[in-house]
């Protein structure tokens, strides 16, 4: 590795430091933000959840069904992949005269479809620890919930206690574009008093009312939280309509169902569909005018339509976006990373991983004086270096 005194482009390393601490204090900056940043929470990843939900599948009327579907997956492929396969086989129904498929009807495709959502949301919600080693499995319950906020109100004290003091009058809404379906965010901004929002209207029980197309209010908030892929709390009614109901809760109406994954929108219209609406925002979001940064925390880089997103932006050459990933990099980084980094615009792309500061086809910098990896690619090492500074990083 390449030690912090190296000059780079005509600066220094310290000076690259310094860059991504300025960056991360834009006046315009969004966060994409993956599963890894629940994992500690309590909530599983995509390899445990999907194992979990398959075991609770077992045996059920839906067995059967679920068999073939994975008979034509990949080994690897996770639960959204099941997902994704269902909704296409419904589609299928859907428009064939018999209303069935080689695997099943449309009514058995769509009730293992909503059965296996289900089940992801009460994972979710409670929370679920796979064994480990000699840790036995832990299964959150509404008496027994697992999950924690402690990590998403740190995170939020941090980005708006900290970094945006002396900086509120001047700084737009922060935008949380996040992939998960819990609803931590949420709480920890709540917790911390600080006002956002998030398409709905009303209180306990909400209604969607941003539609495709809309501008985000430029007021009266001081985050937007643009959940990608829904929320364990959203339920799509028989007409179409969206909202956001508490756990429990037998109203609006009983034939709602959650609404989590973007195939769970099949049949609504493009104007109606929150998950064209929120891709619409992190488009816009990517081509701000002024400067602006993505900085991105516990995503993979393994969702194609993001990547494809990201990539479109900043590829074209009037594009003022600065990627900051902070990600694990182990044997390699993720491919796409790998790639952006080597193009002619890949001095636009900041990535922090536990080896150091790569920018552009350079790096690593900054590595650790101990010679230990660093944990800033960790959701707790990003909290730590916003409240910080990425030179007060050890």
Not at 177 to 202: H, K, R
Not at 215 to 223: I, K, N, V
Request: aromatic content about 8%; proline content about 4%; hydrophobic content about 40%.
């Amino acid at each position: 590795m390449q030690s912090f005194r190296i000059r780079v482009g005509g600066g220094t390393v310290d000076d690259l430091v310094e860059q991504l601490d300025r960056h991360l204090a834009l006046p315009c900056v969004a966060w994409l933000l993956g599963a890894g940043i629940s994992f500690g929470a309590g909530i599983p990843l995509m390899v445990p959840l999907t194992r979990r939900v398959l075991d609770l599948m077992a045996g059920t009327e839906h067995a059967p069904l679920l068999d073939k579907v994975r008979a034509e997956l990949p080994p690897d492929a996770h639960i959204e992949h099941l997902l994704s396969h269902l909704g296409d086989y419904a589609a299928l129904a859907e428009r064939s005269q018999s209303k069935t498929t080689a695997i099943g009807s449309r009514d058995e495709i769509e009730k293992a479809h909503r059965t296996v959502v289900t089940h992801i949301a009460d994972i979710i919600r409670w929370g679920y620890r796979a064994e480990s080693g000699t840790k036995a499995e832990e299964i959150g319950t509404y008496k027994r919930p697992l999950v924690s906020v402690a990590g998403h109100s740190a995170f939020v004290g941090a980005l708006f206690s900290t970094q945006q003091a002396g900086l509120h009058d001047r700084r737009r809404a922060v935008r949380l574009f996040t992939t998960n379906y819990d609803t931590l965010l949420e709480d920890a901004l709540a917790l911390a008093c600080v006002p956002y929002w998030d398409g709905f209207s009303g209180g306990a029980v909400a209604f969607r009312t941003h539609r495709f197309g809309q501008d985000e209010p430029d007021t009266g908030y001081r985050a937007h939280v643009i959940k990608l892929h829904g929320s364990i709390d959203w339920h799509l009614g028989p007409d179409g309509k969206v909202w956001r109901v508490r756990d429990g809760d037998a109203y609006p109406t009983s034939t709602a169902r959650v609404l989590i994954h973007p195939q769970s929108t099949k049949y609504v219209a493009t104007q109606r569909d929150p998950f064209a609406a929120q891709f619409d925002l992190f488009r816009r979001a990517l081509t701000a005018p002024s400067d602006n940064v993505l900085a991105v925390c516990g995503y993979s880089f393994g969702d194609d339509h993001i990547n494809q997103e990201i990539e479109l932006a900043l590829e074209r050459p009037e594009n003022k976006t600065t990627l900051v990933a902070f990600c694990q990099e182990g044997a390699r980084m993720p491919e796409c990373l790998s790639q952006w980094r080597a193009l002619s615009w890949g001095r636009k792309v900041f990535i922090a991983t536990e080896k150091g500061l790569y920018v552009g086809k350079d790096g690593p910098f900054h590595s650790c004086s101990t010679g230990s990896d660093r944990d800033w690619w960790t959701f707790n090492g990003v909290t730590q270096l916003l409240r910080n500074g990425a030179g007060g990083h050890s």
